[in-house]
């Protein structure tokens, strides 16, 4: 299978029930033989465009960074490539200035178009206007996959607090070396088995053998509806939630339970309210998630399964549940935020919270959201980022974020979703100033990119690397 197929399907992943997936992932290697052919290392594949914001102030002042890189099917960057492209832009925002693609006054343009030639990478600096909104860029070139990005602008106002009551965030004692393997029910219902080393087993007794020893598991509202998840199956449902949370016990492992807040997936890109609190006004839609936070926590709590952390949301950089609490709506977001928290708290107030924002290497934007949680009292204890490098900068910014945020604020850090660039992420991920830095989740590693099992089930030379991590950083 072509690498940067699984590249250009990784993010389809993410967005679509994993029978979708397979069948997707099993097609796109037909079309590879028939279309793409098999590129080689320092050829171009793909334009990339990494932001380093994509939540602006709508202000008429507000800049942001973006890059844009010719990369390979490796993802790695190619400095002597030469290659025409087309910049387009929709939304209230500007293009202020190009750099690395030649003469800014000179490049030929339009109000949203822009032809460049962009030279191995360019930096362009994009202004906001002062409409509330989304912004979309995208770059295209001929025989290359276009690479794109989406912003949210925003208007603030004045931060309401959601509560009085000081807080001081509970600080987890133990290193985690986590793994979101929410698929492994899917993957056995389909007869996928597991092995090491041509032994068979359960997927979870394998990796705790290699170091792993926290969990990681979504959970959707209804995902058997027609538009949810997983319909008339209801993967990651309460039910299918109860029976894992059992089996992670059993083991010996901690257990992270992530709240989408939705029927669907919920990332950056949509945040769909569940279909049962459509329609509510803002005082019943605040109760419903309360009481759904409360009714899934005790029923765990009731069969000796509480989660020993909960993401209150996730990836919510651009809000949760659309379009109440979207990004735009701060006070409203804050306050269903705490809803979230207030329902954990209720059940198991010795459980860690956590709050989940997308923004890897994005230093400005993961102060932001923040700032404004924090103007709003938001009590959490854990900051938890994901960290892909192709929308979230290089290992480098990673560090460089993890290490302010380490400073800036009382949490603990920790990189919550990652897939590549294992030893650097994780050698990252435990070692932030102030003792703040707690570890990882890989999301995913049963069936995805770079798993640390292959197709069939094996473990995989991936998986090889994380005995050395965990003797490394104290992981028990």
Request: hydrophobic share 40%.
């Given at each position: 299978?072509?690498?940067?197929?699984?590249?250009?399907?990784?993010?389809?992943?993410?967005?679509?029930?994993?029978?979708?997936?397979?069948?997707?992932?099993?097609?796109?290697?037909?079309?590879?033989?028939?279309?793409?052919?098999?590129?080689?290392?320092?050829?171009?594949?793909?334009?990339?465009?990494?932001?380093?914001?994509?939540?602006?102030?709508?202000?008429?002042?507000?800049?942001?960074?973006?890059?844009?890189?010719?990369?390979?099917?490796?993802?790695?960057?190619?400095?002597?490539?030469?290659?025409?492209?087309?910049?387009?832009?929709?939304?209230?925002?500007?293009?202020?200035?190009?750099?690395?693609?030649?003469?800014?006054?000179?490049?030929?343009?339009?109000?949203?178009?822009?032809?460049?030639?962009?030279?191995?990478?360019?930096?362009?600096?994009?202004?906001?206007?002062?409409?509330?909104?989304?912004?979309?860029?995208?770059?295209?070139?001929?025989?290359?996959?276009?690479?794109?990005?989406?912003?949210?602008?925003?208007?603030?106002?004045?931060?309401?607090?959601?509560?009085?009551?000081?807080?001081?965030?509970?600080?987890?004692?133990?290193?985690?070396?986590?793994?979101?393997?929410?698929?492994?029910?899917?993957?056995?219902?389909?007869?996928?088995?597991?092995?090491?080393?041509?032994?068979?087993?359960?997927?979870?007794?394998?990796?705790?053998?290699?170091?792993?020893?926290?969990?990681?598991?979504?959970?959707?509202?209804?995902?058997?509806?027609?538009?949810?998840?997983?319909?008339?199956?209801?993967?990651?449902?309460?039910?299918?939630?109860?029976?894992?949370?059992?089996?992670?016990?059993?083991?010996?492992?901690?257990?992270?339970?992530?709240?989408?807040?939705?029927?669907?997936?919920?990332?950056?890109?949509?945040?769909?309210?569940?279909?049962?609190?459509?329609?509510?006004?803002?005082?019943?839609?605040?109760?419903?998630?309360?009481?759904?936070?409360?009714?899934?926590?005790?029923?765990?709590?009731?069969?000796?399964?509480?989660?020993?952390?909960?993401?209150?949301?996730?990836?919510?950089?651009?809000?949760?549940?659309?379009?109440?609490?979207?990004?735009?709506?701060?006070?409203?977001?804050?306050?269903?935020?705490?809803?979230?928290?207030?329902?954990?708290?209720?059940?198991?107030?010795?459980?860690?919270?956590?709050?989940?924002?997308?923004?890897?290497?994005?230093?400005?934007?993961?102060?932001?959201?923040?700032?404004?949680?924090?103007?709003?009292?938001?009590?959490?204890?854990?900051?938890?980022?994901?960290?892909?490098?192709?929308?979230?900068?290089?290992?480098?910014?990673?560090?460089?974020?993890?290490?302010?945020?380490?400073?800036?604020?009382?949490?603990?850090?920790?990189?919550?979703?990652?897939?590549?660039?294992?030893?650097?992420?994780?050698?990252?991920?435990?070692?932030?100033?102030?003792?703040?830095?707690?570890?990882?989740?890989?999301w995913e590693p049963l069936s995805t990119w770079e798993g640390i099992f292959d197709r069939t089930g094996k473990a995989n030379e991936f998986m090889s690397v994380y005995p050395e991590i965990a003797k490394k950083y104290g992981v028990k």
């Amino acid at each position: 299978m072509l690498k940067h197929t699984q590249t250009r399907l990784f993010r389809l992943l993410k967005n679509s029930s994993l029978l979708v997936f397979l069948i997707l992932f099993a097609v796109s290697g037909l079309y590879a033989q028939s279309r793409w052919k098999p590129k080689a290392p320092g050829i171009p594949v793909e334009l990339q465009i990494t932001p380093y914001k994509t939540t602006m102030i709508a202000n008429g002042k507000d800049e942001a960074l973006i890059n844009i890189k010719i990369i390979d099917s490796r993802g790695d960057s190619l400095a002597n490539a030469n290659i025409p492209a087309t910049l387009h832009l929709t939304g209230d925002a500007k293009i202020v200035n190009i750099m690395d693609a030649g003469n800014f006054k000179d490049i030929q343009h339009t109000d949203s178009t822009w032809q460049i030639n962009i030279h191995g990478s360019c930096r362009l600096i994009l202004r906001a206007g002062r409409t509330a909104g989304k912004i979309k860029l995208e770059v295209k070139a001929d025989s290359l996959y276009t690479g794109s990005t989406e912003i949210h602008t925003v208007q603030l106002g004045i931060a309401h607090v959601v509560t009085h009551d000081k807080y001081t965030p509970k600080r987890v004692t133990d290193k985690i070396l986590g793994a979101d393997i929410s698929f492994l029910p899917q993957l056995e219902s389909q007869g996928i088995k597991f092995s090491d080393n041509g032994v068979a087993g359960d997927a979870i007794e394998i990796m705790k053998a290699y170091g792993f020893n926290y969990i990681r598991l979504r959970i959707f509202n209804e995902p058997a509806n027609p538009k949810g998840y997983s319909p008339q199956q209801g993967f990651c449902d309460l039910e299918h939630t109860k029976q894992m949370a059992k089996r992670i016990k059993a083991a010996g492992m901690k257990f992270l339970l992530d709240f989408h807040y939705s029927d669907y997936w919920a990332d950056p890109q949509q945040q769909n309210k569940p279909a049962a609190w459509v329609g509510e006004d803002f005082t019943t839609l605040k109760k419903s998630l309360y009481d759904y936070t409360v009714n899934v926590m005790q029923q765990l709590k009731d069969q000796g399964t509480a989660p020993d952390m909960v993401q209150a949301g996730n990836e919510i950089n651009h809000g949760m549940v659309w379009p109440d609490g979207a990004i735009d709506h701060l006070d409203s977001l804050a306050q269903l935020i705490y809803m979230g928290v207030k329902g954990v708290q209720a059940v198991s107030p010795n459980t860690i919270v956590m709050l989940h924002i997308a923004l890897g290497g994005q230093n400005a934007e993961a102060r932001f959201f923040l700032d404004n949680m924090k103007k709003r009292n938001v009590p959490f204890d854990v900051i938890g980022l994901s960290y892909y490098p192709k929308w979230h900068g290089t290992p480098a910014e990673l560090s460089a974020n993890m290490a302010d945020l380490a400073k800036r604020y009382p949490q603990q850090v920790m990189v919550a979703e990652y897939s590549q660039l294992k030893k650097e992420v994780n050698d990252i991920a435990f070692t932030a100033p102030g003792d703040k830095a707690i570890g990882s989740f890989i999301w995913e590693p049963l069936s995805t990119w770079e798993g640390i099992f292959d197709r069939t089930g094996k473990a995989n030379e991936f998986m090889s690397v994380y005995p050395e991590i965990a003797k490394k950083y104290g992981v028990k």
